[in-house]
Structure formats: C-alpha cells, structure tokens
T-cell receptor
Framework: GAVVSQHPSRVICKSGTSVKIECRSL??????MFWYRQFPKQSLMLMAT?????????EQGVEKDKFLINHASLTLSTLTVTSAHPEDSSFYIC????????????FGAGTRLSVL | AQSVTQLDSHVSVSEGTPVLLRCNYS??????LFWYVQHPNKGLQLLLK??????LVKGINGFEAEFKKSETSFHLTKPSAHMSDAAEYFC???????????FGQGTELSVKP
C-alpha cells in the first residue's frame, strides 16, 4: 500500500517552455503533498508543501510564480515549471502524506528535467 | 533548529561484510528519525524509522539502526552487505508529526564483489 506515482519520469524541453509534472497517490488520499528538488550528488531540498484545496506553502527562496503547484484533489498534485531555463534542470521528487502524521511520507520515483 | 549530519559521503564495503553508515542529529525536542534509500534515478524508499519507541529499530532488507540520545546518533547497520544494497542513503530528522523532513547530505554505499 501507500504507492505514489510520478509522471513523467524524464522530460527534455527547450528553454522558455513550461513543463508539468504530476504526482498521484494511487491507493490512499493524500491530505498533504510535498515537492522536493535534488541536485546531482546532493540531498533533497523541500520546495513547497501543498494541502488539498488550498494554496501551497513555499520554502524561502523558491519562486512561487516559477514553480506553480496545484493540489486540486486528494490524489493529485501538479508542479508546473514555467518558462524553464537550463538552471531549472534537476531531479524533482514528490511525496505524499495522509492524516496528521505528515512526517511519514511516501515518495514518487522522481522526474528528471533537462532544459536545453 | 534541527539538523542532520551524515559523517561519510561515500562508504565502500565488500559483499558479505558489515555495513555502517553514520548519522548525527541536532534537535531541540524529541526527534523522529528515518533512514531512506535511493537507487539511481529512483524515488526514496523508507528503510526504517524511530519515533520514540524502542531505541533499536529494525527495518527492511536486514538493516537496523540504534537511537542513542547521549551521542545524538542514529547509525545505520547491516551485518552482511549484498550487491543490491549499493545505493544512496539518507538520514532524516523531523520534530513531531507535522514537522518538515530535514535530510542529511547522503552517503553513497558501494559494494564490491
């Protein structure tokens, strides 16, 4: 149980285009979803936390207008990287939690974004 | 403020020998501690977690970790390494159920045949 699906697994796009990444909880209702960014050989950095039906809470230094997060249902959250540039190339990972125990998170397999 | 330090960026062991991945944490309150494993280009899989119950925690795939408050450590061990254990391992600390996950820098485990 507690499976999180992330799509696509890899995306290559041209500079200036927008990319949408989906995160779905397949067998549970995710009251909270999280988006992380991971640079090569580095740790995960939390970008934002989203609760179903409300605006996402962004971490300091993360541009909310560049990284649009939507959590429209209890099983789906999306991250849209708008006007992507090469410096946005990274590994993006989502996770989901349910109930009050937000520290118990189930992770997607990640999305490798390459911006040319 | 919470923080976590993984003392080794890379550990190399031979297959069949013990594994020790070291983690120290800093937390103002009673922490919850986790170890996650990440295989190349994959998401994170929870190995084990400590949430104020037994200090010796057993996880999946033969891994275990011991919470030592006096040493502020939560080292990950396995008696005998397997080739499939080669991966990146992250130690994570959080405070309470609603706290953010704070990740260590990761330790890359290599297993030689």
């Amino acid at each position: 149980g507690a499976v999180v699906s992330q799509h696509p697994s890899r995306v290559i796009c041209k500079s200036g285009t927008s990319v949408k990444i989906e995160c779905r909880s397949l067998d549970f209702q995710a009251t909270t979803m999280f988006w992380y960014r991971q640079f090569p050989k580095q740790s995960l950095m939390l970008m934002a936390t989203s609760n179903e039906g409300s605006k996402a809470t962004y971490e300091q230094g993360v541009e909310k207008d560049k990284f649009l997060i939507n959590h429209a249902s209890l099983t789906l959250s999306t991250l849209t990287v708008t006007s992507a540039h090469p410096e946005d190339s990274s590994f993006y990972i989502c996770s989901a939690a349910y109930g009050l125990a937000k520290n118990i998170q189930y992770f997607g397999a990640g999305t490798r974004l390459s911006v040319l | 403020a919470q923080s976590v330090t993984q003392l080794d960026s890379h550990v190399s062991v031979s297959e069949g020998t013990p594994v020790l991945l070291r983690c120290n944490y800093s937390s103002s309150y009673s922490p919850s501690l986790f170890w996650y494993v990440q295989h190349p280009n994959k998401g994170l899989q929870l190995l084990l977690k400590y949430t104020s119950a037994a200090t010796l925690v057993k996880g999946i795939n033969g891994f275990e970790a011991e919470f030592k408050k006096s040493e502020t450590s939560f080292h990950l061990t396995k008696p005998s390494a397997h080739m499939s254990d080669a991966a990146e391992y992250f130690c994570v600390v959080t405070e309470g159920q609603g706290g953010k996950l704070i990740f260590g820098q990761g330790t890359e485990l290599s297993v030689k045949p």
